[in-house]
């Protein structure tokens, strides 16, 4: 069964704690990203990964740092968390190949409250 | 300033009746064209999507058009029901290598009433 699964489901922190969001992949995609989803935003990226290693930037990456040391597996950690940053966020894959390459397959997502 | 745009926050559709949900883009370069459903408290997923070598494209119910001098794209839902009450998002990238580096529009909260 494909999968994308995301730790935890919710999460609460205080100001200035550091925050790890972790994704796990089963389909041995290569491409991994982190959204998060604000009312009235959409879904914005932070970071993508294009496999281990191979880490770019997205729109918003200010106050957020990602680690993909595995293809199936890809965190999300913020130093020194802030109040803005309270948000869902979302962990995706795509395949990268075939005639289905660029279809994101997401999380569940983490619903993570910065007090 | 947005790169995928979702002008209307939300729409009402009768049921039975054909949903339009629209979506503008800034980027002449993006080549592929995707929309996504989403339930509440759930995650996206994948509807229908599109490359930029074609200008429609049906699936069931679903159609949509591409108008790439415009920069628009659209969702046609046909006989609406009111399980495809739900936020609708756009989405649209750059394919590189096989990896698209996708783009959100705000989404559109479609509700069909009974």
């Known amino acids: 069964d494909m999968k994308v699964t995301q730790m935890p489901r919710y999460l609460i922190k205080r100001m200035g704690e550091n925050v790890l969001l972790e994704c796990g992949q089963d389909?041995?995609?290569?491409?991994m990203y982190w959204y998060r989803q604000d009312p009235g935003l959409g879904l914005q990226l932070i970071y993508i990964?294009?496999?281990?290693?191979?880490?770019s930037e997205g729109d918003i990456p200010k106050g957020y740092r990602v680690s993909r040391k595995k293809r199936e597996h890809f965190s999300l950690i913020l130093d020194s968390a802030k109040t803005n940053q309270t948000s869902v966020y979302f962990c995706?894959?795509?395949?990268?190949?075939?005639?289905?390459?660029?279809?994101?397959?997401f999380g569940s997502g983490t619903r993570l409250t910065v007090l | 300033g947005q790169q995928v745009k979702q002008s209307s926050p939300s729409l009402t559709v009768q049921e039975g009746g054909i949903s339009i949900l629209n979506c503008d883009y800034e980027?002449?370069?993006?080549?592929?064209f995707a929309w996504y459903k989403k339930y509440p408290d759930n995650s996206p997923t994948l509807l229908i999507s599109?490359?930029?070598?074609?200008d429609k494209r049906e699936d069931g119910r679903l159609t949509v058009f591409l108008n790439k001098s415009g920069k628009h794209f659209s969702l046609h839902i046909t006989a609406s029901q009111p399980e495809d009450t739900a936020v609708y998002l756009c989405?649209?990238?750059?394919?590189?290598?096989?990896?698209?580096?996708?783009?959100f529009g705000e989404g559109t909260k479609l509700t069909v009433s009974s």
């Open positions: 995706a894959s795509s395949p990268g190949t075939g005639l289905s390459a660029e279809t994101l397959y």
């Open positions: 980027n002449d370069m993006f080549d592929y």
């Open positions: 599109v490359r930029s070598n074609v």
């Open positions: 389909m041995s995609h290569e491409t």
């Open positions: 990964s294009y496999d281990v290693d191979s880490n």
């Open positions: 989405a649209a990238g750059l394919n590189q290598g096989g990896s698209a580096k996708l783009i």
